[in-house]
């Protein structure tokens, strides 16, 4: 089964910056698709990055240019690197792991971090 480990998360003030960790094996560090949702009170949850080992991840418009998806092989740890954080980034935040179709397609959750923005 898939582990994973989140931690970072916290209230911070709007502006500052903040980083979540999620650790994980190595096969799945190394072969899974990995990356961060969030979901809001009363919202969906939503995309916030994620990506292949070495490849670009993809983002969500409200974040480009302010997160940046970060990768540790040393320590099978994936950052969620956040920075000029506002209000409106409030949300929990999950970590991701998407196993390739051909060992089953499996879409595991981290446990979620609550990061919360002040104006």
């Known amino acids: 089964q898939v582990q994973l480990v989140e931690s970072g998360g916290g209230l911070v003030h709007a502006g500052t910056s903040l980083t979540l960790s999620c650790t994980t094996s190595q096969n799945v560090f190394e072969i899974y698709t990995m990356g961060w949702y969030r979901q809001a009170p009363g919202s969906q949850r939503e995309l916030v990055a994620e990506?292949?080992?070495?490849?670009?991840?993809n983002y969500a418009d409200s974040v480009k240019g302010r997160f940046i998806l970060a990768r540790e092989s040393a320590n099978n740890t994936v950052y969620l690197v956040m920075d000029a954080l506002k209000p409106e980034d409030t949300a929990v935040y999950y970590c991701?792991?998407?196993?390739?179709?051909?060992?089953?397609?499996?879409?595991?959750w981290g446990q979620g971090t609550q990061v919360t923005v002040s104006s």
């Open positions: 990506g292949v080992n070495g490849g670009r991840p």
């Open positions: 991701v792991a998407k196993a390739p179709y051909w060992i089953g397609g499996d879409v595991s």
